[in-house]
């Protein structure tokens, strides 16, 4: 199957600060989402993006579909401790209709 | 509007045993998706669901089956239960294949 790569794996921040993490492949994608995990929890879906270079802003984060469309940004401004979890990326190919997810990103925010 | 729900939510069984996993969709969302998650594989597509039928299907052995009924609830069975199948299974609906999946909360399923 298709690989995604995310990174950074783990992020140890302080409280206030941005956060960034992206999202790789090989391939080329149509669809990118966005999702947090909080332990015993399912993903929620963030944010949503469907055409290279669009940007969606949803509070504090802001995700991007990369030009190449090969991969896909987010950031988390002004991080805040219930921003703990695990972010994972999906991504979906052209034609395709299952989404590939990535290995996910773990944030730690520090008080 | 309810969002997607998975029960029971936490399960006990033995090696060999078989299990049965429900998932009720979003209303309206006609496809339905599973997913093993464990920490050291990540999150595995199982197989996903639409109009009663399987319309992918994942690399997992055939121990792992499901099925859709007509309102869109779906469930996923696994036979012959071994311990490497411990994992939170979570179950996505989405309107149709292909769009924005949402996820339910999962079910951890143990065995030992």
């Known amino acids: 199957g298709q690989q995604l790569n995310q990174s950074p794996q783990s992020m140890f921040i302080q409280e206030g600060e941005d956060v960034s993490m992206n999202c790789t492949s090989s391939s080329i994608f149509n669809t990118w989402l966005w999702y947090k995990q909080e332990p015993g929890e399912g993903p929620v879906l963030l944010i949503a993006?469907?055409?290279?270079?669009e940007l969606t802003s949803n509070g504090r984060l802001t995700a991007q579909f990369g030009i190449t469309r090969k991969d896909s940004f987010l950031n988390i401004s002004a991080s805040i401790p219930s921003d703990v979890g695990i972010y994972f990326c999906a991504g979906q190919l052209s034609g395709g209709n299952q989404f590939y997810f990535g290995t996910g990103t773990s944030l730690t925010v520090i008080p | 509007k309810a969002g997607v729900t998975q029960t029971p939510r936490y399960l006990i069984k033995t090696r060999g045993q078989q299990v049965t996993l429900s998932c009720s969709p979003i209303?309206?969302?006609?496809?339905v998706s599973w997913y093993q998650q464990t920490p050291g594989q990540g999150l595995q597509f199982l197989f996903e669901?639409?109009?009663?039928?399987?319309?992918n299907k994942g690399n997992f052995p055939g121990r792992f089956s499901g099925r859709q009924f007509s309102n869109s609830r779906s469930e996923m069975n696994v036979s012959t239960l071994e311990l490497g199948d411990s994992a939170l299974y979570l179950c996505a609906s989405s309107l149709d294949p292909g769009r924005s999946a949402f996820f339910g909360q999962g079910t951890r399923l143990t065995v030992v």
């Open positions: 669901y639409f109009s009663e039928t399987q319309r």
């Open positions: 993006l469907y055409k290279a270079g």
């Open positions: 209303s309206g969302h006609r496809s």
